[in-house]
């Protein structure tokens, strides 16, 4: 008789952690869409990079986009959407990695980078001090196709130069 209750628990058993396993481990994505707890009822789109307010904006968004330069803990550069980084007399020139891509399949491009960069000014708003009047000082961009004279591309590189003897920190990219 224990002999039997010793099989039929270890039959049991194991048609537990198979029923189990089939039911909780294996089971087949039925969506691709990923859900994360957050503490906010408010629409994921209307999250903007340009106006985080909340520490939690922050975190999601930090996990969200990339940044074009990293700093490590000595405060050394290190590559994020810019593979390389480089000072050529006092502009910054980004390479722009040649291998990013959007989740739609397009590559990211250093025009890419600078519409970015030229948004922000346009928009008169980011979290780090005020960019524009290190890069454009004295223009007041209403678009896009504005030109500032801080800002270029040249092939798959961004330079980015402080203009009228003014500095920026470069962990401002980092963001």
Request: net charge positive; aromatic share 8%.
């Amino acid at each position: 008789m224990k002999k039997l209750k010793v099989v039929l628990w270890f039959v049991i058993f194991i048609l537990s952690v198979v029923l189990g396993e089939k039911l909780f481990m294996n089971e087949k994505v039925k969506s691709n869409v990923l859900r994360v707890a957050f503490p906010s009822q408010q629409s994921f789109k209307r999250y903007e990079p340009t106006n985080i307010s909340l520490d939690y904006e922050y975190i999601l968004l930090e996990n969200i986009y990339s940044p074009l330069v990293e700093l490590d803990k000595n405060g050394s550069i290190e590559p994020g959407v810019a593979e390389k980084t480089e000072w050529i007399g006092d502009e910054l020139k980004l390479s722009i990695r040649s291998n990013l891509k959007t989740k739609s399949g397009q590559t990211i491009t250093a025009e890419d980078v600078l519409f970015s960069l030229k948004r922000i000014l346009v928009l008169s708003a980011n979290t780090h001090g005020n960019f524009k009047d290190i890069v454009c000082p004295g223009i007041d961009l209403k678009s896009i196709e504005q030109e500032c004279a801080g800002l270029r591309t040249d092939g798959n590189d961004v330079f980015i130069k402080a203009i009228g003897g003014k500095t920026f920190k470069v962990n401002a990219l980092t963001q």
